[in-house]
């Protein structure tokens, strides 16, 4: 599942002469319906209308069908209707013209396609088809527990701060300055540095965290009528640095010995403190603050970087009239020894990093998101499963679901420092719940093995193979108790066969790959030759067959 980089397989056509290429024949019509170069026209210069009929049958229940057509809006009113598809009535209007596509899962075996033109006016239908979604696919039809669609860079975010070339946003608290947004061009190139304008010799922008953990922040600044910048971080201590943008050098400063100035062109400056957090709420962190210079809200500098009650721009003293400050971008608040590349973050669910290949992951709250997947059977049966994911929840000792299936209560779970399954009875290993992985379990009567990003760390050989059937939920168990896996899903696969040693190290391949993990799972290919026996192996470093 996810992967839709060469579309969905699809089915064989339902539909009889959808493309109108043998004129009407499959299609029942009433009213005015005639082919115009290769579509059908309906026209209705009537209440009653145009219509065109088919019927679909030898549906699946529980299976999934994909509607797409072609319409035009010849002259007069463009609305039409379909009426309906799998049960569901569709409105077309003026503004919805060309092609369109609807997904719908089958509740009956069959449904009476009908495609209607209301209103006075013509409108053409081509191309008209109906196919089934072939495999098994994950689905939530609650809404208000449905996973978020999300990205961030391979490798994971770091940066933990959000709108972080945003400092218009409400999320950064602003005293006495203004903020003009996309001001100048970025050290990326692009315009989206903001400008922040003092009105006040009280002028700083902020954010609030909590933690104890040893913290680096970082800004880009540029000036822009104010050429001093004060790069604050308060823990109960005040921690800053105050530079010169017109050269980088470091005028003053006090509460902190590790720092750094970073020339990175174009009169940018990235600068970055190191803390060790208080345990208590960091406050007037400053990533700009207007240590000396006019306060005229015209002058600044430009930020490239976030923190924890960051202050991108907060005048120290001159003349506040609101058209001096500073120029800023790029916020950046980690928890590392020192500033590392930047990424650039919305929100949580939307963070890219320059020269950084992206992954796209559902990301679960842990309270009551959750996927399932209908109408799988199978009897007694080896499974191999894999799941490219990280939890966000796992600290708790209760057993947060995987993946948990109703028929045989196969159950794959984690929790606190555990990864386990349930045949039965809990079977269970130590190793770190939490982090982003490729997790393979498979698993085969007597003979149970879990893999972790491509290699061995666990094997049972009291495993006790289990049916699959009725509904298989992702991300939290059958009976709905709570223990959902809060956390990101990048990858499943759920196999019901056993596996070879080669299939296994290609799945976990694929999976890694959709994880940005690949480097860690495919590891150093050898080569075994064996002329004696006429066997010739290649094996990657962590023992995968390749």
């Not at 003092?198 to 600044?221: D, E, H, P, Q, V």
Request: charge should be negative; charged fraction near 15%.
């Amino acid at each position: 599942m996810l992967d839709k980089s060469k579309g969905l397989a699809q089915g064989p056509e339902e539909i009889t002469n959808g493309d109108f290429s043998n004129g009407l024949t499959g299609w029942v019509t009433s009213g005015s319906v005639s082919i115009v170069s290769g579509s059908a026209h309906l026209t209705n210069t009537s209440t009653y209308g145009a219509q065109a009929f088919q019927g679909v049958s030898g549906l699946t229940v529980g299976k999934f069908y994909k509607l797409t057509l072609d319409t035009e809006a010849i002259s007069g009113d463009s609305s039409w209707y379909i009426d309906d598809f799998l049960g569901v009535y569709v409105q077309g209007v003026t503004s919805s013209q060309g092609r369109h596509s609807y997904t719908l899962q089958a509740t009956a075996t069959s449904f009476t396609l009908q495609f209607k033109k209301f209103g006075i006016g013509v409108v053409s239908l081509d191309n008209v088809s109906v196919t089934e979604i072939q495999g098994s696919h994950a689905t939530q039809p609650t809404s208000t527990k449905r996973p978020i669609y999300a990205r961030h860079p391979e490798g994971g975010i770091r940066n933990l701060l959000n709108y972080t070339e945003q400092f218009d946003n409400g999320y950064w608290t602003k005293q006495g300055s203004t903020i003009t947004a996309n001001a100048t061009i970025a050290p990326d190139g692009t315009t989206t540095a903001d400008k922040v304008s003092a009105t006040s010799t009280n002028s700083w922008l902020k954010r609030t965290f909590n933690t104890s953990n040893l913290l680096t922040f970082s800004c880009y600044y540029k000036a822009a009528g104010n050429n001093t910048v004060r790069h604050n971080f308060y823990t109960g201590v005040d921690r800053y640095i105050v530079i010169s943008l017109s050269d980088g050098s470091v005028i003053t400063g006090t509460g902190t010995t590790s720092y750094e100035v970073e020339d990175a062109g174009n009169g940018w400056w990235r600068v970055s403190i190191t803390v060790q957090g208080s345990g208590s709420t960091i406050q007037q962190a400053q990533p700009a603050r207007y240590y000396s210079g006019a306060t005229n809200g015209t002058d600044g500098v430009y930020a490239w970087a976030t923190i924890q009650q960051a202050q991108p721009a907060r005048y120290y003293s001159g003349a506040t009239n609101g058209t001096d400050g500073v120029y800023a971008w790029g916020a950046q608040l980690e928890e590392a020894a020192e500033a590392s590349n930047y990424q650039k973050v919305v929100t949580d669910i939307d963070v890219t990093e320059s020269g950084v290949g992206e992954v796209y992951y559902l990301k679960f709250d842990g309270t009551d998101d959750s996927m399932f997947i209908n109408n799988l059977t199978s009897s007694s049966t080896p499974i191999t499963s894999l799941f490219g994911y990280s939890a966000t929840n796992a600290e708790s000792t209760t057993s947060k679901y995987l993946l948990d299936i109703q028929s045989g209560r196969t159950v794959f779970a984690v929790k606190e420092g555990v990864i386990l399954y349930y045949d039965g009875a809990w079977s269970e290993f130590d190793a770190d719940a939490e982090v982003i992985k490729v997790l393979t379990y498979d698993l085969v009567e007597d003979d149970a093995k879990i893999r972790i990003d491509g290699t061995q760390e666990y094997s049972d050989t009291t495993y006790d193979q289990q049916a699959i059937g009725g509904t298989i939920k992702l991300f939290t168990a059958i009976d709905n108790d709570g223990r959902c896996v809060g956390g990101n899903m990048y990858q499943t696969i759920l196999r019901a066969a056993e596996s070879t040693d080669e299939e296994i190290a290609k799945a976990e391949t694929f999976v890694a790959n959709k994880t940005g993990l690949k480097a860690q799972v495919d590891g150093i290919a050898t080569l075994d030759l064996n002329f004696g026996a006429n066997t010739y192996t290649a094996k990657n470093s962590n023992g995968g067959v390749i």
